[in-house]
């Protein structure tokens, strides 16, 4: 499984374009902003996306949805299924023009907790992690896993904003991620990455705590 990371749009939000060397087929994660340079980068690559998924339904992480649809009308878009509220609410106005987002198209297919999305032969299993909206997920393969906006760095996702939940996000990641192998690698949905065992240790939110 390759990996190759653009950090995109104003908020700059890691989309993650994610393939197999064998299939050439591969995945687009959180396409939030600047849709031709992501497309761009896949007819570089080489590799057929099958797949565009949102990890969680902010603006900035679907902005570019749109973009993609028109050049890979084959690719299956893919949003968390308890994050629909969220994706057919109104988003805020100034943060869609500010990252110059279009109105993304309709889901194809809705994600809830043990669902696989394939990558040629390869695959990634969603994890429920709910908190920075009803419906965040995770994506996780032996050994990585992308949090979307779920856990960072040093940091975790804002719980101060519609449709976020709190004391969820916090048990999403004490019972969801930190039971990974502590070697798993962390690819969030802004910032650098980290790992598991990182984050149990050194993270300012859990430090301390009981996990």
């Known amino acids: 499984m390759k990996i190759k ?5 104003p908020l700059e939000v890691n989309c993650y374009l994610v393939w197999d060397e064998k299939s050439m087929e ?6 939030g902003s600047e849709g031709p340079r992501i497309i761009h980068e896949i007819e570089h690559l080489g590799f057929t996306p099958t797949h565009i998924v949102d990890t ?22 893919a949003v968390p299924e308890k994050d629909l509220p969220l994706f057919r609410a109104p988003q805020n106005s100034m943060l869609v ?6 109105p993304s198209p309709e889901p194809e297919l809705l994600l809830n907790e043990g669902d696989t999305i394939p990558i040629g032969q390869e695959e990634l299993k969603v994890i429920e992690t709910p908190g920075h909206t009803l419906g ?6 032996p050994g990585i896993v992308f ?6 760095a040093g940091s975790v996702g804002r719980t101060d904003l519609p449709f976020s939940q709190h004391e ?7 019972k969801k991620l930190f039971i990974l192998p502590e070697e798993t690698k962390i690819l969030p949905g802004h910032g ?3 790992t598991i065992g990182r984050e149990k240790r050194f993270n300012p939110f859990f430090s301390g705590l009981i996990l």
Not at 26 to 31: K, L, N, T
Not at 56 to 77: S, T, Y
């Open 5 to 9: 990371t653009l950090v995109v749009g």
């Open 136 to 141: 965040s997920i995770s994506l996780c393969a």
């Open 147 to 152: 949090t979307g906006d779920t856990l960072f």
């Open 97 to 102: 023009m500010i990252c110059k987002a279009k």
């Open 168 to 174: 969820a996000l916090f048990a999403s990641v004490r």
């Open 192 to 194: 650098p990455d980290s």
């Open 26 to 31: 591969g995945i687009v994660i959180d396409p």
């Open 56 to 77: 969680h339904c902010h603006v900035d992480h679907i902005g570019a949805n749109a973009d993609l649809k028109e050049v890979f009308p084959q690719a299956i878009l």
